[in-house]
T-cell receptor, first 114, second 116 residues
Framework: KQEVTQIPAALSVPEGENLVLNCSFT??????LQWFRQDPGKGLTSLLL?????REQTSGRLNASLDKSSGRSTLYIAASQPGDSATYLC?????????????FGQGTILTVHP | KAGVTQTPRYLIKTRGQQVTLSCSPISGHRSVSWYQQTPGQGLQFLFEYFSETQRNKGNFPGRFSGRQFSNSRSEMNVSTLELGDSALYLCASSLEGRTSGSDEQFFGPGTRLTVL
């Protein structure tokens, strides 16, 4: 059974810091991994998708890497801003007959203070 | 391009009642997945529909059901509501629901269900 763990559970940083969020998964047989952000009481916003054949993806100040063999992904946020405050979730897809099912971590609550 | 929409956004029901939630996917997306999000359990997969057929189902009791229409819109129904059903219900759409390659899931804003 695939399990996804995110560390740390919460992180508070001053504005302008570069930071790293971690995601680990127990079964390396994944086909893609997505990072999402969730604002309080809202839905999920897709940030980055990494296919299993890729090592990293970048979008603006965000960079996500994937190491399937070690079962890890990291989300790097450069020059953090108060607007980055949210819960960040990673989710893995295993393809095959597991249609539509992403397995999520519990999330990292990020607070960026001015 | 319009995103995933869900209605209603908020619902308050009492134990024993039933409820129907609606989800309209992004235009051109044929797969709709449903998730339940609670503080204790996080995000848990309910089921997935593609071309009006349920292809995958999570570990939830039979009180939770769904369907999909020919225009890809989907509904989920919860019967005989229990206090523990209080949650944020999220739907996600993707092109084919393959959870592999470039098939990305996009989520709606969710329906907040409160059971009293």
């Amino acid at each position: 059974k695939q399990e996804v763990t995110q560390i740390p559970a919460a992180l508070s940083v001053p504005e302008g810091e570069n930071l790293v969020l971690n995601c680990s998964f127990t079964d390396s047989a994944i086909y893609n991994l997505q990072w999402f952000r969730q604002d309080p009481g809202k839905g999920l916003t897709s940030l980055l998708l990494i296919q299993s054949s890729q090592r990293e993806q970048t979008s603006g100040r965000l960079n996500a890497s994937l190491d399937k063999s070690s079962g890890r992904s990291t989300l790097y946020i450069a020059a953090s801003q108060p607007g980055d405050s949210a819960t960040y979730l990673c989710a893995v897809g295993v393809g095959g007959t597991s249609y539509g099912k992403l397995t999520f971590g519990q999330g990292t609550i990020l607070t960026v203070h001015p | 391009k319009a995103g995933v929409t869900q209605t209603p956004r908020y619902l308050i029901k009492t134990r024993g009642q039933q409820v129907t939630l609606s989800c309209s996917p992004i235009s051109g997306h044929r797969s709709v997945s449903w998730y339940q999000q609670t503080p204790g359990q996080g995000l848990q997969f309910l089921f997935e529909y593609f071309s009006e057929t349920q292809r995958n189902k999570g570990n939830f009791p039979g009180r939770f059901s769904g369907r999909q229409f020919s225009n890809s819109r989907s509904e989920m129904n919860v019967s005989t509501l229990e206090l523990g059903d209080s949650a944020l219900y999220l739907c996600a759409s993707s092109l084919e629901g393959r959870t592999s390659g470039s098939d990305e899931q996009f989520f709606g804003p969710g329906t907040r269900l409160t059971v009293l």
